[in-house]
Structure formats: structure tokens, C-alpha cells
Nanobody, 120 residues
Framework: QVQLVESGGGLVQAGGSLRLSCAASGSIFRVNAMGWYRQAPGNQRELVAP???????NYADSVKGRFTISRDNAKNTVYLQMNSLKPEDTDVYYC??????????????WGKGTLVTVSS
């Protein structure tokens, strides 16, 4: 069984920083692409930043220059460094990963989410 566990959310003032982490664990053969999404109540889930296994990244326009996604393949972990946070960054942040399990069965997995609140 595979699971993703996020950590690092919390309350921060505007202009501050937070670092989110997401670790994949279980019967894993290989973790492929990973990414961070965010969602506010009543809104669709938005892709914030994806990262390939090789480290290629992309960012939503709203976070370019402020957020940095990275990963540690040895630890099956993805990070999101969030700087210059704004109140509009307040959301629940979800980790996503495409994972091949030990039976070589691949599927997308989601974490349960971590709340980020930015006060003005």
C-alpha cells in the first residue's frame, strides 16, 4: 500500500515563508512525476507546480518567482518552498505523485492536504 503524507503547513504573515514536504511510502518501485496542487473551498483544484523525476519543473503564473519545487528521489520526497507569501495563497495544499508499486502497477496518489493560511 502506498501513501503520501504532507507536512509543513501553518499560519504565516504576508511576506513570510513556509516549506511544505510530502513523503511517499509503502510498496514503491519508482516515483515518477510529483507535484503540488491547491484548493480553496468551492474552487477547483489548481496545479501549483509539477516536477519530473529528472527535476524539470513548471509553475503556475501566480507563484512564479516566489515558490520553488524540488525533490529528493532517494527519500521519495517532494518539497515546496514558498516565499513572499500573499493572503491569496491561503489554501489547502495537496501533494500528488505518479507511482509504480512493487508489482509495477502505476497510478496517481494524493495526500490528504495541509492547510496554509496567510494573514494580511
Amino acid at each position: 500500500q502506498v501513501q503520501l503524507v504532507e507536512s509543513g503547513g501553518g499560519l504565516v504573515q504576508a511576506g513570510g515563508s513556509l516549506r511544505l514536504s510530502c513523503a511517499a511510502s509503502g510498496s514503491i518501485f519508482r516515483v515518477n512525476a510529483m507535484g503540488w496542487y491547491r484548493q480553496a473551498p468551492g474552487n477547483q483544484r489548481e496545479l501549483v507546480a509539477p516536477i519530473t523525476r529528472g527535476g524539470s519543473t513548471n509553475y503556475a503564473d501566480s507563484v512564479k518567482g516566489r515558490f520553488t519545487i524540488s525533490r529528493d528521489n532517494a527519500k521519495n520526497t517532494v518539497y515546496l518552498q514558498m516565499n513572499s507569501l500573499k493572503p491569496e495563497d491561503t489554501d489547502v495544499y495537496y501533494c500528488n505523485a505518479n507511482i509504480l508499486d512493487r508489482y509495477y502497477y502505476g497510478m496517481d496518489y494524493w495526500g490528504k492536504g495541509t492547510l496554509v493560511t496567510v494573514s494580511s
